[in-house]
């Protein structure tokens, strides 16, 4: 079974950083992308970034510039690296897997998603 885990979220001053981690497990045989979401209570849940199992990468207009995301293959592992935080990007963060090419991909879901990590950034 694949699962998501994210780490790293926390409380931030406007203006500071924060590293999220996403950690995945149970792929096998199959390329996946790996994404970042956020969501504020109440409202839709919004893409942040992305980086395709070829390396491409894409950014919300909103964040351009300020993060950067990157993987890991070896270790299974995505992050995201934000600077220069605004208070209105508190939300939950959530990492997403989405697979594309390979001979067992069959067997996995289109999509998973981790449980979420909280970031609050205060004014």
């Known amino acids: 079974q694949v699962r998501l885990v994210e780490s790293g979220g926390g409380s931030v001053q406007a203006g500071g950083s924060l590293r999220l981690s996403c950690t995945a497990s149970?792929?096998?045989?199959?390329?996946?992308?790996m994404s970042w979401y956020r969501q504020v209570s109440g409202k839709e849940r919004e893409f942040v970034s992305v980086v395709e199992a070829v390396g491409f990468t894409r950014y919300a207009d909103s964040v351009k510039g300020r993060f950067t995301i990157s993987r890991d293959n070896a270790k299974n592992t995505l992050y995201l690296q934000m600077n220069s935080l605004k208070p209105e990007e508190t939300a939950m963060y959530y990492c997403k897997a989405t697979r594309r090419l390979g001979s067992r991909c069959w067997l996995y879901d289109p999509n998973y998603w981790g449980q979420g990590t909280p970031v609050t950034v205060s004014s």
């Open positions: 149970g792929y096998f045989g199959c390329t996946y992308d």
